[in-house]
């Protein structure tokens, strides 16, 4: 996985900077393995921002057959514009630099050619249940979001897609989006994965 860089901001590892469809990849190798322990033939895949795209990026390359359900929590399905956090022109770029470097940021970005080509079609194929979960804590130049990642990005046609209003937190490094993977602080997505995976929702 690498470490934290000095400014404890992102992981310091080439290989946590690769291209999401890599990331697909390399999930795809730990799904045979799961699946080949346990004897089962579907698995239920839950990602928190990117990773939902990497879940997204399996079953599009790899088919939805082995996938249950797959639950995506702040994922920027429609791209992450980094003027949601405030930053202008002149910065527009940087959290693909300094903040977030590598491939993955670029192919998270509104209107990258991973995106549009992830997008393409049918947004939820095959029969995996999908259900994804946004948070709603501020606006930005007139975007509700959970701080990181505008609401609208979030959702998928064909999916369960529950919107929540959260507390707005102090800032983007102690932001909804990112306290959202922490049940103690932010329960609401862990309550409504459950709920999904119970067959509730």
């Known amino acids: 996985m690498g470490i934290l860089s000095s400014s404890q901001v992102y992981?310091?590892?080439d290989e946590a900077r690769?291209?999401?469809?890599?990331?697909?990849?390399r999930l795809a190798r730990v799904i045979e393995i799961v699946l080949h322990h346990t004897g089962k033939n579907k698995v239920i895949l839950i990602g928190h921002s990117?990773?939902?795209l990497v879940g997204r990026a399996y079953v599009k390359n790899y088919g939805a057959e082995k996938v249950d359900k797959l639950v995506a929590i702040g994922t920027p399905n429609h791209g992450y514009f980094t003027e949601d956090l405030g930053f202008?022109?002149?910065?527009?770029?940087?959290?693909?630099?300094?903040?977030?470097?590598?491939?993955?940021?670029?192919?998270?970005?509104?209107?990258?050619?991973?995106?549009?080509?992830?997008n393409a079609g049918d947004e939820t194929p095959g029969?995996?249940?999908y259900l994804t979960i946004a948070g709603d804590s501020t606006e930005i130049y007139g975007k509700r979001t959970d701080q990181v990642v505008r609401v609208e990005s979030v959702k998928l046609e064909g999916a369960k897609n529950i919107v929540f209003n959260g507390r707005k937190f102090d800032s983007y490094l102690d932001s909804l989006h990112q306290e959202m993977i922490y049940p103690d602080s932010v329960p609401e997505?862990?309550?409504?994965t459950k709920q999904f995976l119970?067959?509730?929702l």
């Open 11 to 13: 992981i310091d590892n």
């Open 198 to 200: 119970l067959g509730n």
């Open 88 to 118: 202008n022109d002149i910065t527009k770029y940087f959290g693909c630099s300094e903040l977030h470097p590598g491939q993955e940021c670029f192919d998270i970005s509104g209107g990258s050619d991973f995106l549009n080509s992830l």
């Open 50 to 52: 990117m990773g939902g």
């Open 189 to 192: 997505p862990y309550d409504y």
């Open 127 to 129: 029969n995996t249940s």
């Open 18 to 25: 690769r291209s999401i469809n890599e990331y697909a990849d």
